[in-house]
């Protein structure tokens, strides 16, 4: 079956502006997760969905980075004003059961964003 | 969060097990041990988790001690395409869903 797609794969912008990527979870999954990895660096988590709301939001990096999910699917991560260090591959998962913890994350490949 | 400890590589010869180990002395009663992998440009791979009997699937096997301390990730044959990083993640309890991924074990299969 189709896993967690991402897109755009590759988004190169200027500083200052603005980008949006996107996140189609797996169909009927209802925990959605946005993380990022700087080149040669670990997975940073961002944010957590259940639905279509946000319990833990605790790794957004500063106020110019916001996420949404509408409709229990689909979600957009926003970075706004766009700096040198956002620079990263920005990973998007999914899982299956409100038992987040028992259930594993599928892993799309990622959005890889070069701020010039 | 609970902190696991790994090795930072390992290397292991083609068609040869490989035994991978994790430390989790901090480990509370409703964690789970979870493995995930990532080969070369690509996002992170779920390969095995367990609470506290060891577990089989298609990919691996997970060997968790006795007192839950640590545990094993076991390749029963290595190849190429197994060499990733492997990441040793403890999960549990709600509230707590989220991964949070150390710097695992970069894995290198030796042809």
């Excluded at chain 1, 897109?7 to 949006?20: A, F, L, R």
């Excluded at chain 2, 400890?5 to 480990?27: F, K």
């Excluded at chain 2, 789970?32 to 996002?43: D, E, N």
């Excluded at chain 2, 290595?78 to 709600?94: E, P």
């Amino acid at each position: 079956g189709a896993g967690v797609s991402q897109s755009p794969s590759n988004k190169v912008t200027e500083k200052g502006k603005d980008v949006e990527l996107r996140c189609d979870p797996i169909s009927g999954h209802t925990a959605l997760y946005w993380y990022r990895q700087s080149l040669g660096q670990g997975l940073e988590f961002l944010i957590y969905f259940q639905g279509n709301s946000a319990p833990d939001k605790s790794g957004l990096p500063s106020d110019r980075f916001s996420a949404e999910r509408t409709g229990g699917s689909v979600s957009t991560l926003t970075i706004q004003r766009t700096q040198q260090e956002d620079s990263a591959v920005y990973l998007c998962a999914s899982s299956s059961s409100r038992d987040a913890y028992n259930s594993p994350l599928h892993f799309g490949n990622g959005t890889r964003l070069t701020v010039t | 969060d609970a902190k696991t400890t790994q090795p930072n590589s390992m290397e292991s010869n083609e068609e040869e097990p490989v035994h991978l180990p994790c430390n989790h002395s901090t480990i509370s009663g409703t964690d789970y041990i979870h493995w995930y992998r990532q080969l070369p440009s690509q996002g992170p791979e779920y390969v095995i988790h367990g609470l506290t009997s060891n577990v089989n699937n298609r990919m691996a096997s997970l060997a968790i001690a006795e007192d839950r301390k640590s545990s094993t990730l076991i390749l029963h044959r290595a190849t190429l395409r197994d060499a990733a990083v492997y990441y040793c993640i403890l999960r549990g309890g709600f509230g707590n869903e989220k991964l949070t991924f150390g710097t695992g074990t970069r894995l290198t299969i030796i042809p």
